[in-house]
């Protein structure tokens, strides 16, 4: 059975670690301090909703991370699906399913519209993991966007 609880400030030492493995998935290079730093400020000023996926011996083994949107047209909250991961040594096990299901329950209870999310079109388990999970893939719409760095 999988164990998912929301995140607080007390299990930061649970979700840097795997923030960071994260962002090394992501070709970033590995920054402990500037993930603690970044996911503290996140909860500390309630900026980000994240929830921790525990295996069988209750090691936190993944998360999923939820910022907050609203949408004008629809007149309600949405939800950022901005981070989903799972350790590779837990993963297969269903577990980002479970991350999956708990935020469309998020959603239900903050009374959000739901939640959307970006990722690359070469993500071949991601992209087969979201419409398993009743996602459904929009491609009536152009992504734009502007990088400062750019």
């Not at 004008?72 to 980002?96: E, F």
């Not at 999310?117 to 152009?142: F, K, R, V």
Request: with cysteine; aromatic share 14%; proline share 3%.
């Amino acid at each position: 059975m999988t164990n998912i609880k929301q995140a607080s400030i007390e299990d930061l030492d649970l979700i840097v670690p795997l923030f960071d493995a994260y962002r090394v998935f992501y070709k970033k290079e590995s920054d402990l301090g500037g993930a603690e730093s970044f996911i503290k400020q996140r909860l500390e000023n309630n900026e980000s909703t994240i929830f921790l996926a525990f295996d069988e011996s209750q090691n936190a083994v993944g998360f999923i991370q939820l910022y907050p949107l609203f949408s004008s047209t629809r007149m309600s909250r949405l939800w950022l699906l901005n981070d989903l991961y799972i350790d590779p040594s837990a993963r297969r096990k269903g577990l980002a399913k479970s991350l999956l299901d708990q935020a469309k329950q998020y959603c239900l209870e903050t009374k959000a519209s739901g939640f959307f999310l970006e990722t690359a079109a070469d993500n071949i388990e991601g992209n087969s993991l979201y419409p398993a999970a009743g996602m459904t893939l929009n491609d009536d719409h152009n992504f734009y966007y502007w990088d400062v760095n750019t």
